[in-house]
């Protein structure tokens, strides 16, 4: 089994939890024999539910944790002292090379801050971003970072810019991925302090495709595969493309609904509409990797189905397959020392 | 004609100048008598669309300004250099109080920086910022702000939120519109530098009615009607918004054409669709104005139509019968000074 990437799953965190994670957990080793599962929770809950399916049981094992983060706990106090958690437990297996990834629906925040604490990050990375694939007309695009440390400084995003790159080249499979900042003008004078300040350390930098400044507008269009921007920016930027998603779909449906004729033109318009819209799903790809840590952290949506739990653990072979850490120490961490 | 609000309006800025800009002068004075427009532009061109029509003389006016600032262009220099641009021809008009506001469909960067540079700030409001409606799912918020200088402090981030709040009372007609500062969440102690340096200013403020963090992703439904953030952050949400939207429509439209059978629901289902997406068009309520100037100046987008440039000029009217100026100096100003 020595040869298996280890993937700890949190049996407990998201919406759907324990059924849907479980699932997830069962379709992933079915569909990719790299991989074994490790599954942290409830162990009787999590059984129960596993007991469901016939699987491979030296490929999805339980381990026990009876504590659960919830999201309304304040992150730093619940991941100090709810030792016993889903979460805290499969970060422990982690930072001890027990399992290579960990993949969470659960509380963001637990764990951004636990991975911090616990797992720690590689030497010589000044900050772990939180980086979620959001979808474009194109496919895909990286942006990083979303996490919680916010008022980053130039040279936290010319290392998120760096390991970004090599997340989409070898995870994803981009070659030479278009790499941008988020500004408010193409021009390179435009900007706040901090983009001012970026914007020519990203341009002598010769490890990435350095393309220049993205305005806002342009995300959706896949004009950019590494969308490079600070973490209250990187926030909005991914809220507000599930709001204004979330409105414009409902309004939509809510005028197709809105007369008899248009009901029946509904109707005869729901596969296409419906194949258009999973075309703008990121979460086929997976979840969003937690970016220069010592392991993987994958966080996927809180409301994650099987699926998105499956493709957040098929990620996990993918970046341990491509070495994605050892090339973030060679490639990063040498030539900033240079 | 002493009693009519003066609107400069520039005959040369936008995709669809000088027709759909004459159109909306003409369209505006014969809707709302309280209105005088006086088009700013090459005169034989401008005179040559408003033959097009019927029109009271003494309430539309043709001033000639030889030169037009393109979007190209950079704004400081083009101000400087091009003193016989319908932009600063009509910005001298304001400053001198032949006009009451200007009305501009032309380069944002040319407006904003002839806005401070030739009408000047209201003394005492330290910024003036340029505040969009953006369509909601109830209606619309005011994003403030999103012009050109970032980097932004927090008195200046309260004066925005007193200004917006005055508009969207007095000129939108919202009673006490509910304030929220943009935020990566909802608890206090969450957020950047500036806005934990700001959230307590706006809380212990009388003047306002804040309801404290808005997450992007409540944005579109309208949880706010005035929506504070600093510049970068502002441009961000509004041209995201702009992206997410156009990318999301045009999926949409594709989907509808993809099969025979789609297309036959498409055409059936169109107008109540139609109909959907006009709801989620701002431009109905008028331009993005910029607050805290002497005198009031529009911007309205770039590729107005007759309509809206029409529902800015209408604007204006209310914005001088209302005193917003006035009232500005009376509750901003003198409540920062206590």
Redesign the interface.
Known sequence: MTDKVKVALDAMGGDNAPREIVKGAVEAVREDERIQVILIGKEALVQAELDRYEYDKERILVINADEVISNDEAPVMAIRQKKNSSIVVALNMVKKGEADAFVSAGSTGAILVGSQLVVGRIRGIERAPLAPLIP??DGVSLLIDCG?N??ARASHLVQFAKMGSLYMEHVIGIPEPKVAI?N?GAEEEK???L?KETYPLLKNCNEINFIGSI???????GKADVIVCE???G??????????????????K???M??T??K??????????K???K??DASEYGGAPMLGLNGLVVKTHGSSNSTEVKNSIIQCALFKEQNINEKIKKKIILTDNE
Chains 1, 2 share one sequence.
């Open positions: 474009t007309m919680a916010v008022d988020v408010i900007g706040n302090m983009v305005e806002a507008r342009d995300i959706p269009y973490a209250f920016v926030n909005v930027i991914l809220k507000l493309y599930e709001g204004v998603a979330g409105v414009l779909v409902k309004q939509i809510d005028g197709l809105s007369t004729v248009s029946i033109g509904a109707a005869l318009a729901k596969p296409a509409l194949k258009t819209l075309a703008l």
